[in-house]
């Protein structure tokens, strides 16, 4: 099955600052790749996805790379401001008929 | 409203009492999924389905049973709970596996 590794594991940056939470894939056949927020005491969330056939995609603060040749996806933060610090899951997808596979989750803090 | 609703959302119990797990979504979603979530392993896949009376096993599935016999409805049942299985769970459900998944509000297990 899909094994899927993150880094780090707690990131803590100064508020202006950007973060960068890497993920790496071992199915080459994984082809959706999804980002989950989960904030403190609460149900993970999709911030953003993408898919093989896209090398980057981009929603205001947010955005995710893909190197399909390497294996590994990005999530890229910038401008960090406090409500940005919760638990980041990534997550691979060998295609419809399977359910993500999801990294260990890094514990981003945001310090003012 | 879209929602997936898990009950109960806290159970404190002892070894060996069986228990069930109730999950539910009002979006016509295909699939569904079981997950455990302990510090610093992330989400880990119990089991999951992709249609009425179709399931499959995700990474952990040794002492838990599902079924599907509606779309809508997707219990976790633990036949003889054991200390190990104490954890916090989480019910997803989304059109396929390469959609975003909507989480459940999660269950806190205890088992003593």
């Known amino acids: 099955g899909e094994n899927v590794e993150q880094h780090p594991s707690t990131l803590s940056v100064q508020e202006g600052d950007s973060a960068v939470i890497k993920c790496t894939y071992s199915d080459s056949a994984s082809n959706y790749f999804p980002w989950y927020k989960q904030e403190l005491g609460k149900r993970p969330q999709l911030i953003i996805d993408i898919r093989s056939n896209v090398g980057e995609k981009k929603d205001q603060r947010i955005a995710v790379t893909l190197n399909k040749t390497a294996k590994h996806f990005s999530l890229h933060i910038t401008e960090t401001q406090p409500e940005d610090s919760a638990v980041y899951f990534c997550a691979a997808s060998i295609g419809g008929s399977y359910i993500p596979t999801f990294g260990r989750g890094t514990s981003l803090i945001v310090h003012p | 409203e879209a929602q997936v609703t898990q009950n109960p959302r806290y159970l404190i119990t002892v070894t060996g009492k069986k228990l069930t797990v109730t999950c539910s979504q009002n979006?016509?979603?295909?699939?569904m999924s079981w997950y455990r979530q302990d510090p610093g392993l992330g989400l880990r896949q119990i089991y999951y389905s992709m249609n009425v009376e179709v399931t499959d096993k995700g990474d952990v599935p040794e002492g838990y049973k599902v079924s599907r016999k509606e779309k809508r409805n997707f219990p976790l049942i633990l036949e003889s709970p054991s200390p190990n299985q104490t954890s916090l769970y989480f019910c997803?459900?989304?059109?396929?596996?390469?959609?975003?998944?909507?989480f459940g509000p999660g269950t806190r297990l205890t088992v003593t």
């Open positions: 979006m016509n979603h295909e699939y």
């Open positions: 997803a459900s989304s059109l396929s596996g390469a959609d975003e998944q909507y």
